[in-house]
């Protein structure tokens, strides 16, 4: 089945550094690539996410970007700000698209 | 989050006893999911269901069973609670399955002594 890796584990910037999380997958059958941000207390959300007939999508400071043939994708915050202090999750689809498959996720923590 | 609800929030059980965490939702979404979550390990599919009485298994299911009697409710039942068993569990609903995303609940943090 599908397994996803994550990396760094942790990950502490600046404020107003970037931030770039990575993750690869197993299954090249998976075609479906979301990232959730989970903040203390609360369950995961989804803050981006990204197909495989798609490179590259951006959404404000926030980027993602795909490599099919690598099999690996990542996230890309510019700018960041302490709110962006969270635990963030990629994952990706099995390959049937019922369920998805979590990266062990990235804590990142951002200073002022 | 909005339009799914977990219970109980907190809950303390004794090694042996059988528990069952419930998870509620009101978007009349096809597809439910249980994970578990925890340090080192990252969100972890326990079960997850795609239609009333249609369930599956993910990659920890050993010692936990699931009930969908109808499309709103999942439950997630420990047969003998283990220490092992310690988590926070989430649980997530989709309208199209994995390649739509998730939305979900707060979770349900479980300790077993």
């Known amino acids: 089945g599908e397994n996803v890796e994550q990396h760094p584990s942790t990950l502490s910037v600046q404020e107003g550094d970037s931030a770039v999380i990575k993750c690869t997958y197993s299954?090249?059958?998976?075609?479906?690539f979301p990232w959730y941000k989970q903040e203390l207390g609360k369950g995961p959300q989804l803050i981006i996410d990204?197909?495989?007939?798609?490179g590259e999508k951006k959404d404000q400071r926030i980027a993602v970007t795909l490599n099919k043939t690598a099999k690996h994708f990542s996230l890309h915050i510019t700018e960041t700000q302490p709110e962006d202090s969270a635990v963030y999750f990629c994952?990706?689809?099995?390959?049937?698209?019922?369920?998805?498959?979590f990266g062990k996720g990235t804590t990142l923590s951002v200073s002022s | 989050d909005a339009g799914i609800t977990q219970s109980p929030r907190h809950k303390v059980t004794e090694t042996g006893t059988p528990v069952t965490l419930r998870c509620h939702q009101t978007e009349n979404h096809r597809y439910m999911y249980w994970y578990r979550q925890d340090p080192g390990h990252g969100l972890r599919l326990i079960h997850y269901?795609?239609?009333?009485?249609?369930?599956d298994k993910g990659e920890v299911s050993d010692g936990y069973s699931v009930s969908r009697s109808k499309t709103e409710d999942f439950l997630l039942t420990l047969e003998s609670a283990t220490s092992s068993q310690t988590s926070v569990y989430f649980c997530?609903?989709?309208?199209?399955?994995?390649?739509?995303?998730?939305?979900f609940g707060s979770g349900t943090r479980l300790t077993v002594v």
């Open positions: 997530a609903i989709s309208g199209e399955g994995a390649n739509y995303g998730y939305t």
């Open positions: 299954d090249s059958a998976s075609n479906y």
């Open positions: 269901s795609y239609g009333v009485k249609d369930t």
């Open positions: 990204i197909r495989s007939n798609v």
């Open positions: 994952a990706a689809s099995n390959q049937a698209g019922t369920a998805l498959i």
